[in-house]
T-cell receptor
Framework: RKEVEQDPGPFNVPEGATVAFNCTYSNSASQSFFWYRQDCRKEPKLLMS???SGNEDGRFTAQLNRASQYISLLIRDSKLSDSATYLC???????????FGAGTRLFVKA | ETGVTQSPTHLIKTRGQQVTLRCSSQ?????VSWYQQALGQGPQFIFQYYREEENGRGNFPPRFSGLQFPNYSSELNVNALELDDSALYLC?????????????FGPGTRLLVL
């Protein structure tokens, strides 16, 4: 079993749609959680950190459920520019090993 | 832009050769992590350097080694290259802390092993 698992996708949605990505992690000692975005042939860029209380940044909402070891990302009112791969990232203290999921590809169409 | 730079941008090597990739961290950052990203996969953690020492390692063989310099820049060395080493190699800089700090990635080096 992979340490961080994401919906494989791809997700094909029309502009204006709401789309949700799910991610599960296996190591209960994980302490830091992030969503990164990666455009084709580019480096990953931080989209948002994920906090236990949940957090929102504009059209993006991230949730963390430690009991279920589950992270989610909700994108509302999708834009064409949201088309990218979304990477779920889990960090551990002690060695600072960081685990990336394989990513979920999103295509937003006009 | 993140301020993290990597060189070279592209590289072609043959099996059995050795390669050195370089990374300059963002100003104010003292930690560098290296990742390997194969096509269609997420980045895989190779190792992290802090205070010029390895501070955590993923499931990569010893032929993957690194260095960090006093100015916090870093090198990734891969010996005895194999075809499966073909990938995008990313470095990320961050500030060392109790929690995993946000990492800022460089543009990567694309390595092709023939």
């Amino acid at each position: 079993r992979k340490e961080v698992e994401q919906d494989p996708g791809p997700f094909n949605v029309p502009e204006g749609a709401t789309v949700a990505f799910n991610c599960t992690y296996s190591n209960s000692a994980s302490q830091s959680f992030f969503w990164y975005r990666q455009d084709c042939r580019k480096e990953p860029k931080l989209l948002m950190s994920v906090y236990s209380s949940g957090n929102e940044d504009g059209r993006f909402t991230a949730q963390l459920n430690r009991a279920s070891q589950y992270i989610s990302l909700l994108i509302r009112d999708s834009k064409l520019s949201d088309s990218a791969t979304y990477l779920c990232v889990v960090g551990h203290t002690g060695g600072f090993k960081t685990i990336f999921g394989a990513g979920t590809r999103l295509f937003v169409k006009a | 832009e993140t301020g993290v730079t990597q060189s070279p941008t592209h590289l072609i090597k043959t099996r059995g050769q050795q390669v050195t990739l370089r990374c300059s961290s963002q100003s104010g950052h003292n930690t560098v992590s290296w990742y390997q990203q194969a096509l269609g996969q997420g980045p895989q953690f190779i190792f992290q350097y802090y205070r010029e020492e390895e501070n955590g390692r993923g499931n990569f063989p010893p032929r993957f080694s690194g260095l960090q310099f006093p100015n916090y820049s870093s090198e990734l060395n891969v010996n005895a290259l194999e075809l499966d080493d073909s990938a995008l190699y990313l470095c990320a800089s961050s500030r060392y802390g109790v929690r995993q700090e946000t990492q800022y990635f460089g543009p990567g080096t694309r390595l092709l092993v023939l």
